[in-house]
């Protein structure tokens, strides 16, 4: 069946409980009444509760209405915040170098509303030290303990230790940030014309740096994976 309301003379009863185009309570008329008056007004009957009894009806510019209706709703879709668990893998023995690197990671999935899951992999006898990996865990968690907190704590999963940090921010909140920040450099763009595109000269490489980053984040290169073992 059809979500569309009925309109106009596709409306088959005698009578209708009539609405006024600024909503005021016209009462119950006969249908061919409601007709003459949405001609008058140059406007559609449509009827906007079918189940009651008589149905009710109100008139109203109804492709101005369906145009409006569209719109909000694009722009819930584009307001509407999905949850994102992002997720970071970590050897005990990390050193310093990769652990800045993975940390960073972290703190722009945390500044963005994600969850991040972080993951220990113990291999050898690593497994027999869980204490290494728990150290790891809660060293991470006070570093960036002012974008996010511990929802999961440390916990064993086979040869894995896994923990989840949530965000201080939510993901409305971060995504509302990040389009003030993108109309902030468009206007700056507009602005300053020569200075935008040293910018976006050097945001392009950013981008490829952030792409190739983001890939290591998923899944652990090969090489890497040999080299920490």
């Not at 140059?42 to 008589?54: C, F, I, K, Y």
């Not at 109100?58 to 209405?65: I, P, V």
């Not at 935008?196 to 950013?206: L, W």
Request: hydrophobic share 35%; with cysteine.
């Amino acid at each position: 069946m059809s979500a569309e309301p009925r309109i106009n003379d596709r409306i088959r009863v005698p009578e209708v409980r009539l609405v006024g185009p600024s909503g005021e309570q016209v009462g119950i008329v006969p249908l061919a009444k409601a007709l003459e008056l949405a001609q008058e007004y140059d406007l559609d009957l449509v009827e906007v509760a079918a189940n009651a009894r008589p149905p009710v009806c109100k008139l109203m510019d109804y492709g101005k209405f369906k145009y409006e209706s569209a719109m909000k709703a694009r722009e819930a879709r584009k307001n509407q915040a999905h949850t994102v668990i992002k997720e970071m893998k970590l050897r005990p023995k990390i050193d310093p170098h990769d652990y800045d690197t993975k940390k960073g990671h972290v703190v722009r999935f945390l500044k963005q509303g994600d969850k991040v899951k972080i993951t220990i992999m113990f291999r050898g006898r690593e497994q027999s030290r869980p204490e290494l990996g728990y150290r790891l865990l809660q060293r991470l968690a006070e570093d960036v303990q002012d974008l996010g907190f511990i929802e999961s704590n440390p916990k064993q999963d086979g040869r894995n230790m896994i923990m989840v940090l949530g965000p201080h921010k939510k993901k409305t909140e971060a995504m509302a940030e990040a389009r003030q920040a993108q109309e902030a450099r468009k206007a700056d763009a507009k602005a300053h014309p020569g200075r935008s595109q040293n910018a976006a000269e050097g945001d392009h490489d950013d981008h490829d740096v952030e792409t190739h980053d983001d890939h290591d984040v998923e899944t652990e290169a090969p090489a890497q994976a040999a080299a920490e073992a």
